[in-house]
């Protein structure tokens, strides 16, 4: 064990399961000496040393959001579905507290993806709300940036560019910018590539693009995607999974590398393709 107390910020899922598990795990940490934080309870201590995130993937990103800007490492406990970004099951959680508390453990670094909405729909302009009637500026993203039609029978409008100029216009029912973390989510069911996590990268992907070029684009970290709406065709803008507000004509959605990385920690040696294969149940050889 670690010579001095640590403090550990929990961010934990609404469901019984998890909450359950959080519950246990704080008293056990308590019981070792350091210190809990709880997200949505007592105001947060100036310095955590470890963020623990209990549920499924979606917390994993509540938390990335949260802890990213002081490069907190970040522990994911999976007590969801699919726990592709959540490494550790609730029953080998106590083991994977101790390993960390002894230093055996690795860090792995994730390139993020920064939002900005500007123009038309942006802060302040009419047309743009939140998910709960709030402004759409800037936030951070782990997976991904979407752009999606508001309505069925309708595709969004969209121009796309680069840092170095104009590019093409989409008209398409979804439009996903993803980080190479974020390639394994909604971009892989787009049937966009796959990149391996300690890439930097942008993914582009147009979901059933009502043109010939209907391909993804994977470009620099140092590039940047600015994403505009057009022909007076509202679009919806969904960061990590969360609605980020609808956007009018003249909006413009910019995305790049995020100015801080997720730090992920892990057990052992890490498979890329090892945990591809386990969590969508690929044949083995």
Same mark, same amino acid.
């Given at each position: 064990?670690?010579?001095?107390?640590?403090?550990?910020?929990?961010?934990?899922?609404?469901?019984?399961?998890?909450?359950?598990?959080?519950?246990?795990?704080?008293?056990?940490?308590?019981?070792?000496?350091?210190?809990?934080?709880? @997200? $949505?309870? $007592?105001?947060?201590?100036?310095?955590?040393?470890?963020?623990?995130?209990?549920? +499924?993937?979606?917390?994993?990103?509540?938390?990335?959001?949260?802890?990213?800007?002081?490069?907190?490492?970040?522990?994911?406990?999976?007590? +969801?579905?699919?726990?592709?970004?959540?490494?550790?099951?609730?029953?080998?959680?106590?083991?994977?507290?101790?390993?960390?508390?002894?230093?055996?453990?690795?860090?792995?670094?994730?390139?993020?993806?920064?939002?900005?909405?500007?123009? +038309?729909?942006?802060?302040?302009?009419? +047309?743009?709300?939140?998910? #709960?009637?709030?402004?759409?500026?800037?936030?951070?993203?782990?997976?991904?940036?979407?752009?999606?039609?508001?309505? %069925?029978?309708?595709?969004?409008?969209?121009?796309?560019?680069? #840092?170095?100029?104009?590019?093409?216009?989409?008209?398409? $029912?979804?439009?996903?910018?993803?980080?190479?973390?974020?390639?394994?989510?909604?971009?892989?069911?787009?049937?966009?590539?796959?990149? @391996?996590?300690?890439?930097?990268?942008?993914?582009?992907?147009?979901?059933?693009?009502?043109?010939?070029?209907?391909?993804?684009? %994977?470009?620099?970290? !140092?590039?940047?995607?600015?994403?505009? %709406?057009?022909?007076?065709?509202?679009?919806?803008? %969904?960061?990590?999974?969360?609605?980020?507000?609808?956007?009018?004509?003249?909006?413009?959605?910019?995305?790049?590398?995020? !100015?801080?990385? !997720?730090?992920?920690?892990?057990?052992?040696? #890490?498979?890329?393709?090892?945990?591809?294969? !386990?969590?969508?149940?690929?044949?083995?050889?």
């Amino acid at each position: 064990m670690t010579e001095r107390p640590v403090t550990v910020g929990v961010v934990v899922h609404p469901r019984d399961e998890a909450q359950a598990v959080a519950k246990e795990t704080a008293a056990w940490l308590r019981d070792q000496g350091h210190d809990v934080w709880f @997200a $949505d309870g $007592d105001p947060r201590p100036g310095h955590l040393d470890l963020a623990l995130s209990i549920g +499924g993937d979606g917390t994993m990103l509540r938390t990335v959001d949260l802890v990213a800007a002081d490069r907190v490492p970040i522990l994911g406990v999976n007590v +969801g579905h699919l726990g592709y970004l959540a490494r550790v099951e609730p029953a080998e959680l106590q083991d994977a507290l101790s390993r960390f508390l002894a230093g055996q453990y690795r860090v792995d670094v994730r390139m993020t993806l920064e939002v900005e909405v500007t123009g +038309g729909g942006a802060p302040g302009a009419p +047309g743009a709300s939140g998910a #709960s009637g709030g402004p759409v500026d800037r936030c951070l993203a782990l997976n991904d940036a979407v752009l999606q039609r508001c309505s %069925v029978g309708h595709t969004v409008h969209v121009g796309l560019s680069t #840092s170095s100029g104009p590019f093409i216009t989409y008209a398409a $029912d979804t439009l996903i910018v993803a980080t190479p973390t974020g390639s394994t989510a909604y971009n892989l069911s787009a049937r966009g590539p796959i990149l @391996a996590p300690e890439l930097r990268a942008l993914v582009f992907t147009p979901v059933a693009p009502h043109l010939l070029f209907d391909r993804s684009l %994977v470009l620099d970290a !140092a590039d940047s995607l600015h994403l505009t %709406v057009l022909d007076g065709r509202p679009a919806e803008l %969904v960061v990590d999974g969360q609605s980020r507000g609808v956007l009018e004509e003249g909006a413009t959605v910019t995305c790049r590398a995020g !100015a801080y990385d !997720a730090h992920l920690v892990s057990f052992g040696e #890490s498979h890329f393709l090892g945990i591809l294969k !386990a969590k969508f149940g690929l044949p083995r050889d």
